[in-house]
């Protein structure tokens, strides 16, 4: 019936896809359906037909903050990445942007036009609806500072369009992590910059997460957020727990916030560690270390 009903619309999707190729942690096992909508009325289609089978569903960006479990997912993932990528200047400072388009390209497109004011970004391997969702932010800057508006879907399959007051954005919070809603896109406002500023600041954030970061492994980033007055990386250090692994998952060497997968970890030993952390820090500094990391499940977020 799905498979049916996707084919009439001409909606292009996969089914019995590992979750590890479409996350960062290179964890999960496999999703009955990845489907990549070209358009928002494909994407109106696909709800209306999840819905109308009870398909549960959710919805995807770079996979760069997520954990998909070893059982995989039951039920359809959507993904907006490549047919979602276009963007447009409104006027020289303002740009509108779809929510399939990564930091990494937007960064790009504002140092080809001199707009400042995302460089903070240019390092956070997420798309706009991922980065909106979390409220994502680096070296003193967060989506919050320069987002005007988002347009989304809501529970009902309606466009919607919310302001940047509406948004409740704080730290790696916002709207849509309260609320169900497919964001589609973003009108950002940025200043104009000097392309040589722009890409000394750019160059300079990149090496800065070369140097401190393990860039090289498979990661979600940081997988606590940031507790009160203090920062996870610090405790989780000072806790001594770099290196300790459960599985092939392990506390960076390089940094104690990054949990990372050495290759073969499986859902069942991050969340262990995660665990472990948890537990240790608590027990030796008091402070409850909380999970940055979203888990890719029905209970957690099924729109
Ligand atoms: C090496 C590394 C470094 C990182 N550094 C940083 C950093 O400096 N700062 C930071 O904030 N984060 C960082 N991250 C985490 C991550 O990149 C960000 O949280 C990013 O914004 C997630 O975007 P995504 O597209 O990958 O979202 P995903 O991981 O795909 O999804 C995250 C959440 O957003 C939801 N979502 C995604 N797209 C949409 C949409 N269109 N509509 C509604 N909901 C949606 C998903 O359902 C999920 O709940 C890092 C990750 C890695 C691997």
Redesign the pocket.
């Known amino acids: 019936m799905i498979k049916q009903q996707l084919d009439k619309f001409h909606i292009l999707y996969k089914q019995n896809i590992s979750l590890k190729d479409y996350t960062?942690l290179h964890i999960g096992g496999k999703a009955d359906y990845i489907v990549f909508p070209k358009s928002v009325f494909e994407v109106q289609k696909c709800i209306e037909i999840f819905n109308k089978c009870y398909m549960p569903y959710?919805?995807?960006?770079?996979?760069?903050?997520?954990l998909a479990l070893d059982e995989g997912y039951k039920g359809a993932i959507i993904i907006?990445t490549d047919y979602f990528s276009r963007v447009e200047r409104l006027n020289e400072t303002c740009v509108k942007v779809e929510?399939g388009m990564t930091l990494k390209q937007l960064c790009q497109f504002c140092l080809k036009h001199n707009l400042t004011g995302l460089e903070f970004a240019c390092?956070?391997?997420?798309?706009i609806?991922?980065?909106i969702?979390?409220n994502?932010?680096?070296y003193g800057g967060e989506m919050k500072d320069i987002v005007e508006s988002v347009t989304?879907l809501d529970e009902q399959n309606n466009i919607k369009i919310l302001l940047k007051d509406d948004l409740m954005f704080g730290y790696?919070h916002s709207y849509?992590t309260e609320h169900q809603?497919?964001?589609l896109e973003v009108i950002y406002q940025l200043d104009l910059g000097e392309q040589p500023v722009i890409h000394d600041k750019m160059n300079e954030f990149m090496e800065r997460r070369y140097a401190r970061?393990p860039?090289d492994a498979y990661?979600?980033?940081?997988t606590f957020k940031r507790p009160n007055g203090y920062y996870a990386s610090a405790l989780i250090k000072e806790c001594g727990l770099q290196g300790l692994c459960i599985g092939d998952a392990e506390v960076s060497r390089k940094h104690a916030g990054f949990l990372i997968n050495k290759g073969k970890a499986t859902s069942h030993d991050f969340l262990q560690l995660i665990n472990k952390v948890q537990e240790r820090v608590y027990e030796q500094t008091g402070y409850m270390l909380e999970r940055e990391v979203?888990i890719l499940s029905h209970k957690e977020?099924t729109l």
Do not use: D
């Open positions: 960062t959710t919805v995807l960006g770079r996979g760069s903050n997520v907006l929510s390092g956070i391997p997420g798309s609806g991922g980065a969702y979390m994502a932010g680096a989304y790696r849509f809603g497919i964001i970061q860039m990661s979600a980033g940081s979203q977020k």
